[in-house]
């Protein structure tokens, strides 16, 4: 029989991944009491390492599943577009200046 995976919080998830960063008790020890592999704790130690140093202010939640941001980020996507738009803008014309 397999087992289902156990969906897991954003919360959990930072818990366990700012214990890992403390490093009071070791991953195996981590693993027993939070009862998930240790190999899920690594991974989320990683990710918030690797997250915390290009987080914004105001920070989006790091664990996040991608859900819901998408409404909060609507005007930075705007943004994005708009500035995609005129790079573009520019390159053509340098492009037809330059006669490439």
């Known amino acids: 029989m397999s087992r289902k995976r156990k969906p ?3 919360d959990f998830k930072g818990k366990v991944a700012l214990a890992a960063i403390k490093g009071d008790e070791t991953l195996n020890e981590l693993a027993r009491r939070y009862q998930i592999n240790a190999n ?3 991974k989320w ?3 918030l390492l690797e ?3 290009e987080i914004p202010v105001p920070a989006p939640p790091v664990f996040a599943s991608g859900k ?3 409404s909060a980020r609507g005007s930075e ?3 994005l577009h708009a500035k995609t738009g005129e ?8 492009s ?3 006669g490439h």
Do not use: Q, R
């Open 40 to 42: 899920l704790i690594v």
């Open 77 to 79: 996507i705007k943004l």
């Open 45 to 47: 130690k990683k990710l």
């Open 68 to 70: 819901g941001l998408a």
């Open 96 to 98: 037809k200046v330059l």
């Open 8 to 10: 897991h919080s954003p």
């Open 51 to 53: 997250s915390s140093a």
């Open 87 to 94: 790079v573009t803008m520019e390159n053509d014309f340098l």
